[in-house]
């Protein structure tokens, strides 16, 4: 059974940074990739990044693209997501996920996922 245990959300002002960190279980690394998507209130799901555990190949959305990074320890089963220059729009529920397929923010395939973190930019 996949564990996602997501950790490091909080407030933060436009223009500064944050670290998710989530803590993946073993069988996580079956996955084609693992990542993050969030959730805004009244909005859709969407990708924000993702890395496989194969070759550390990483996926971003356009909208945190050159804002934010993600990255894994050597065992694969901590995985980062550093936001830098973080705005208004990125506040939302941020989620831990394997993934079966990256497409971009819309059309992802997440399938297992934790309870999230909340990221919240604000002033």
């Known amino acids: 059974q996949v564990q996602l245990v997501e950790s490091g959300g909080g407030l933060v002002q436009p223009g500064g940074s944050l670290r998710l960190t989530c803590a993946a279980s073993e069988s996580a690394l079956k996955y084609y990739c693992i990542g993050w998507f969030r959730q805004a209130p009244g909005k859709e799901r969407e990708g924000v990044s993702c890395v496989k555990p194969s070759d550390g190949r990483q996926y971003y959305s356009d909208s945190v693209k050159g804002r934010f990074t993600i990255s894994r320890d050597n065992a694969g089963k901590t995985i980062y997501l550093q936001m830098n220059s973080l705005k208004p729009e990125d506040t939302a529920l941020y989620h831990c996920?394997?993934?079966?397929?990256?497409?971009?923010?819309?059309?992802?395939?997440?399938?297992?996922w934790g309870q999230g973190t909340q990221v919240n930019v604000s002033s």
């Open positions: 996920a394997t993934f079966t397929y990256w497409g971009g923010s819309r059309w992802s395939n997440f399938v297992t």
